[in-house]
């Protein structure tokens, strides 16, 4: 494949849920790398807690924006700040963004929050500025259990891709139509 | 489900301690709490917002160091702008984080830039404990500091002086200057951590802790070791790996914890009876002959002996202490032993439960030894260890004095066995009180917090009215150090320079990213001042810190500018020789099924079963065990860390909680003999239910702590004091509590 | 912040906007029905829906602004053109309707201070200031039935525009569904008409024109009209609700013995809904019964309008609040 028939990347994230232990150190690195105001963050540990004792099961899924395909925050968005850029991050433009707040509501994964800081809404960006320098996002680079992972889909050589061809895999809130960018391994 | 916090909540806290706080600030104006209220120096993360909404991303400097938010010392990658460190990150080259952070060292930032550091020497200008402070110079306070030892040593000789301090890197200086003081009084965290363990193990197999291969591993079996909340960055690291792998891994513990979630097997033990489930372990693999008759033979002594004590603990026997099903032990038995030797029974860390733990321990190190579970893939092995040795350079220093006095730890006249190196700490506090031996005047404490590790706060407290001086070197104004006279801020690990450290054959460096802020200092300045003061100097012979540090890398091709660029240096190889791996330091110089030196001393020589006490009807076990966002006593003003966790509730089950009304979010009382202590009830599938457990290290009483001041409870205000008499160990789940409804 | 925890980023403000916005479209619409079905007869009902009409949504809009986190920069809504955000839609919508609605105020003032009003009467005038005359009676008719006729489906606009900023919004299942964009169009309708029959109730009947029965009979036959159509909708809204997915069906617990229980069943269903319906329907029942007139009161008719306003907000309110805690399932606990 040459250079200019190369196709544009698809950042995904692809957790591994069993592999997470709930420590929580992609959501302080996320808090420090991106100076999220303390009481609000980007991204979170979902839990479904199942059984009775001593029958006992817990999942842990990491999970932050879903940078969907299809994203609701963004249509809805009155304004046009919040964006779809061309390798389909989706990003807010924080002087046009007013705060209507009306993204939080049409967002499935309740992945947005109010930063009284910048006076707009915000939300993961998949670490753009550091995607940009060809770093790792740091909540990646930090997960403990090593369940979080973070590549190109449209690369077929990428970790992410690789776990996906190996892996049964699913997305939350699929019928919701967002079209996710957030692939989790069935285990 | 867990860990429900109500934010809104918390927030109007602060908002409220904060203005309290001011109010008390401005009433002893003078008086210098003052001097504990946040300044604008080295603000926080929230105080320098990036103009253009956009992270940096270059930045002026990275520097290489190691992390000290807890013992395991990760390598980090620091990211500098602006004299500001911006942000943490693993050091990919360091074999304990390799390239990744816990959640403590993501926020390493924020114990740097806490608006409550230590910011200048304060000496107390009030009652002890009443916040009451004088700021004063270095010069003043060091002097103040060593004429009010020398004044302790003239009267009462120098054992009137107890020095104690917790693993870290300074330690040998602090070992320095109490040695050269001539004091035979030191307390470390060891006898409330792992001296059950370490004893056993030196027992077993002649060394503290062996080394686990995680690498090919298929069957684990942790008994009380939470390594996933009780985070060894790169053992958890391993575990998660080793499960992913498919390893078979076996959770004994009383609660459903982030580990038994993640294992095979999850078996709620009931507190204090693991000692059971590992003897019918052991009977099991002898009597069905699956143990490696081989390595036992060749490695071993004593199988005899250990097969005729143990013949008895069946698993029936074992399942009416342990209350695990007898066919499930003779089933993991069966697995385990199948397995070997890409198997082990883990050593454990924290394994101050109960008076047995001894012998628990014991039973897993032979347990290991049984089926041949060293030096093989995927089994035990010699621990690679990290230490100061390892062909770095030494800095010269006369002989110490020669101590005669008794240990007021009871080591060896009251607890013939326990190592000199462990002592029994929670016995000088005990002996602080009765005064015997003898009086002990003054107490100098370096990066601990006792007032809150011991068990029985109160008494701890106590203790402290019957010293003269007490001194204490910290970062923060931690309980301790709120109840001490003189108190000396330390630079935090990311403003100073430390002994240099060897791990798996490569040192590691640890050197400032930043100035110290404030008139913080490190720990190789303040004791080389004290010993100098003390006139000692001649045990401090280096110039300043990098004095220190190029005197230890003398011997290396490498220079101290080198080594600060690249943040490591391989040593010359040495490995383990395939030999090495197989002698054992023990008298027989084998593994000791059965230990000679347990038989000489009265104790058992091989394992058996000792009764724990149990909990009387309506009280539960009062369980503590780390999480994942804290490091014990010392993290909960972290503004990140309490972001995560701010608070601790009692976690108990619905059935007891049904029984006494008590619902999600109630308040309760919980009661010990010794206090009792109001929180609120975590109602949880995830619990035996006769326990309750209680995050430990939340409770403060010191106000220098805005964030963390007032939330959760203390457990180690109710934990009675249990020592056993074999390794010294602190027995911490043998307290039993009353819960009732607030 | 836990995750698991709601947090309410829509609060009052915003039922408080979706409600005069409601109220001011409902105005409008009245009045412009009412200057087309009963000209002279209903002139005092056309009058108060004009005055009303422009004021509630001018509150409710400085609410929302002031509900923005930069109030001073709402103007980039009209920067832009976003077809596929109500928001963008509806801000455009509102924007026409202050216009007409204010325009529609001033055609409706009264007498004196109409004269007032200069406005060109000849091409030749546009140019030449000086020209310019207070509007004759039959060009203030025209121009009221002209605004009244442009501005009913932009008031229909605005009232629907309200449910479907919510309706929308797939991620919250209580509010995903056609349903309460007409129930908040009919409620806007509804409130409108109760704003100005409570004003009606509480002024004194013109002097020299008492058409105080038909008046109320006009508005409270449309109102009660219009409660029907709205209960009409509620009971689709349930079923459907129930039927659709297990997330709907779940949402709706949030009105069926959840945390909004209350204030729908008692609020907006008993308050709002069925009490001013009974009212209603017992001023009516003579007039359908026995064809004859009854006499309005006064007190009844401001009392049934009172609780449709009531009831009108409390509908909103619970929307608003509930349909934040509605969600997509099965929900991940944070
Ligand atoms: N995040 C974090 N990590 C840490 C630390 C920290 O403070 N925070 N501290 C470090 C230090 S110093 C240490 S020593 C280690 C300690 O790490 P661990 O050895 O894992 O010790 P704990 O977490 O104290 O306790 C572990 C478990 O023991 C259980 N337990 C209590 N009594 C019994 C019993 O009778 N039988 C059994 N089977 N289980 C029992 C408790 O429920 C608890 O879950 O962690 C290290 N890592
Ligand atoms: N109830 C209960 N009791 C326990 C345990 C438990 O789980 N529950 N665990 C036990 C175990 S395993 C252990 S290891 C002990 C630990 O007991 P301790 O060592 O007494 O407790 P830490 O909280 O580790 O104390 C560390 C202190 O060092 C300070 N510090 C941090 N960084 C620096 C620095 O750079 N320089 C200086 N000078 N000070 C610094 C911190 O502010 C803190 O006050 O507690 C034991 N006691
Ligand atoms: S997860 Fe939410 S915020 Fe992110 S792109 Fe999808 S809808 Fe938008
Ligand atoms: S809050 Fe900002 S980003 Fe979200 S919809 Fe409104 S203008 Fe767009
Ligand atoms: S990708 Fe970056 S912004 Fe998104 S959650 Fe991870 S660290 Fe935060
Ligand atoms: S860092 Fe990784 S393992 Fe830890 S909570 Fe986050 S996703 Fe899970
Ligand atoms: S385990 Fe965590 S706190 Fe401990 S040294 Fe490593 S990163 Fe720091
Ligand atoms: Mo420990």
Redo the contacts with the bound molecule.
Sequence with gaps: MSENTAKKPRWVFVMEPERCIDCEACMVACSVENEVPLGEHRNWIAKVEKGAFPDLSIAFLPENCHHCANPPCERVCPTGATYRREDGLVLIDYDRCIGCKYCMMACPYDARYVNEEKKAVDKCTFCVHRLDEGLPPACVETCVGGARHFGDLNDPNSEVSKLLATHESYRLYEEAGTEPAIYYIRS | MTDKQDNTLQLSRREFLGLSAGVVASATVAGGLNLLRPSNVGAGRQAAPHPDHTPPTDFDREVFTL????????GVRAKVKDGRVYKLE?NPFHP??RGM?????QA?VATLYDPDRLKYPLIRSGPRGSGLWRRASWEEALDYVAARMLEIKERYGPEAMIFSTTHNLIQTQFENLLKAFGSPNYGTQRSLCFNAMITANLMTFGLEEPGRDYGQTQYIIYTGRNLLDA???SEAQDLVAAIARGAKVVVLDPRFTKTAAKATEWLPVKPGTDLAFHLALIQVIIEEGLYDAEFVAEHTVGFDELKEATAGYTPEWAASKCEIPAETIRRIAREFAMAAPHVFAHPNWRTSNFLNSFQTERAIAVLNALVGSWGRPGSLKPSAGEGEGGGLGTIPQPPYPRVSALRLDGVPWKYPLVPLKLGVFQEIRDNILTGEPYQAHGWFINRQNPVNSLPERRKTIEAFSKLDFIVTVDISMNDTAWFSDVVLPEATYLERYEPLTVVDGIVFIRQPVVEPLYESKSGLWIFKQLGERLGLGDYFQYEDEEDYLRQQLAPLDITLEELKEKGYYRLPTHEAEGEEMFTFNTPSGKIELYSSTLAKSGFSPVPVWEEPVGNEPGTFYLLTGKVAQH?QFATHNNELLHERVPTNPLWIHPKPAAERGIEDGDEVWVESPTSRVKTVAHVTEKIRPDCVYMIPGFGHVSKGLTTAYGQGASDSDLHLTFTDPVSGSQALSQTCVTVKKA | MDHNTIHFHWNLLIVFYLFTAGVSAGAFFVSGLATYLGGARYKRISRIGAMVAPWPLTLGLGSLVFDLTKPFQFWWLFLTLQYTSPMSIGSWLLLGFSLLSFVYFVLWFPRPWRDLLRVPHRWSDLTNFGAWRAPGRKMIGTARRVVAAIGAPVAIGVGMYTGVLLGAIPARPLWNTPMVAQLFLFSAMSTGVASVLLIASLMRPEAGHDHLHEERHFLVSLDAMLIVLEILIVIPFFLHQALNTWSSAESLNLIMGGPFTLPFWLGVILLGLLTPLIIEGFELFPVVWQEQAVKYSRLWGGLSAALVLVGGFLLRYVFVYAGQMSHFLPLYVR
């Design positions: 992390c000290e938010q807890c013992v395991w010392r990760c693993g304990h984080s952070l816990c959640p403590r060292g390493g985070i060894s960055n490091t």
